[in-house]
Structure formats: C-alpha cells, structure tokens
C-alpha cells in the first residue's frame, strides 16, 4: 500500500488555459475526495465520490471545475479557464466506508498556480 | 453547514513544555473529530481522532478531550520537541451514514517548538 498519489504535484498555468489532476487513492477505499487549501487556511470540501457515483459538490464547485472517477478508482479533476483565484493546493483524500473507519488519508496535493 | 473555529492561530513553547489548542464546532450531528498535522510541502497527516461516545482519548504524548455539550474539543501535546513544529488542523464531521462524511476543517494552527 502505496498511500494516496497526486499528479503532477505542481503546476504552474496561464489564466485561461485548461489543467487536469490526477489522484490516485489507496486501491481498496471507495470513497474519494477533493479539497482545496490556500494559503493559511484549512483544506475546504470540494466534492467527493463513492466509487464511481459522485454524491455531493460544494457551491465551491464552480461550473468551471468538473470532477471524475470512471472506473472508482482513480479520479481526475480539471478546471477549465483557469483563474489567478484558483491558484491553491489541490488535495485528494480517501477512505473505506466499510467498517466503522472514519480516517480520511490524504495526497501530497497538487499546488497549482495561476499567472 | 458545519463551521469550526480554531484557537490559537500561533502558538510557540520551549522545548519540553505542553501546547494547546482548541477547537469549536457549530454542527450538534457532527459526531467525528480528527487532528492533522501538515508539513510544508505535504498533505495533511491524521495524528488522533475522536468520536462523539468518547470524551477524552490518549495516545502517547497526544490527548484529545472533547466535550459535546458545549461543542469543543482541544488537543494536548505534551514534551513537546522540535519535530512538533508543523500546523495543525482539527476537523469536524458527521457520521458514515449521513453526509458523505465530509471534513469541515479550523483554520490552522502554526506550532513552533524552540530548542
């Protein structure tokens, strides 16, 4: 068990141009999440996924941004247009909804920078 | 939606001495309450947990209380080294069963341990 992996691990982006994450998570959970941390503050929910269905996204979400887990296993994030604003760490987490484990682990992130 | 709130935003000790910080939710269903640390450079990192039918749990020189009648839960680090300095971020959440279990995290705590 490898842990959960994040590519690229930075990204660096002109406004406008389009940009994909991938986050792989550890090959046995079936849920999956996606936050996003700027500077100083504490991760904010993005969205997130029981395998393949995702189940909630937050108003963060603009229509920009769009979210997929085809298979449950791996999942990818783009945002369209990119924005100075977007510019955060992008982090993936997941977790076993079987038994009563509630720990979510997270990637390394993806720093993405908007110039 | 959940807001938790996080106290101190800095926080520096000596070598040796006892670090606190606190954390209040506004959520009564949230019942699950992790503390990460984060390194710069790296995704958060779960070091405790607490559930909801627990008021206090240990775990070597880190304790979690948590007191769900006035909705707030602190971390103890006790002996604190040098190898503490980090942030740190509690996190709240409801159950497996409802709300996908997302984390609503604080704001941050940057600890600073002098040698």
């Known amino acids: 068990d490898t842990g959960v992996s994040q590519n690229p691990r930075h990204k660096i982006t002109k406004r406008g141009q389009n940009v994909t994450f991938r986050c792989d998570p550890i090959s046995e959970h079936n849920r999956l999440y996606w936050y996003r941390q700027t500077l100083g503050q504490g991760p904010e929910f993005l969205t997130y996924?029981?395998?393949?269905?995702?189940?909630?996204k937050s108003r963060l979400l603009s229509d920009r941004f769009s979210a997929e887990r085809p298979k449950g296993s791996f999942s990818t994030l783009e945002i369209q247009r990119t924005e100075q604003g977007d510019s955060a760490m992008y982090l993936c987490?997941?977790?076993?909804?079987?038994?009563?484990?509630?720990?979510?682990?997270f990637g390394p992130g993806t720093r993405l920078t908007v110039t | 939606g959940e807001n938790v709130e996080q106290h101190p935003s800095t926080l520096s000790v000596q070598e040796g001495d006892s670090a606190v910080i606190k954390c209040t939710y506004s959520d009564s269903a949230s019942n699950y309450f992790p503390w990460y640390k984060q390194e710069l450079g790296k995704g958060p990192q779960l070091i405790i947990d607490?559930?909801?039918?627990?008021g206090e749990k240990k775990d070597q020189r880190i304790a979690v209380t948590l007191n769900k009648t006035a909705k707030h839960f602190s971390l103890h680090i006790t002996e604190t080294q040098p190898e503490d300095s980090a942030v740190y971020f509690c996190a709240a959440s409801p159950s497996l069963k409802a709300a996908g279990n997302k984390l609503t995290f604080g704001g941050g705590t940057r600890v600073l341990v002098k040698p």
């Open positions: 607490i559930r909801s039918n627990v």
């Open positions: 996924f029981q395998n393949e269905a995702q189940l909630e």
């Open positions: 987490a997941s977790t076993s909804q079987t038994g009563m484990s509630y720990e979510q682990y």
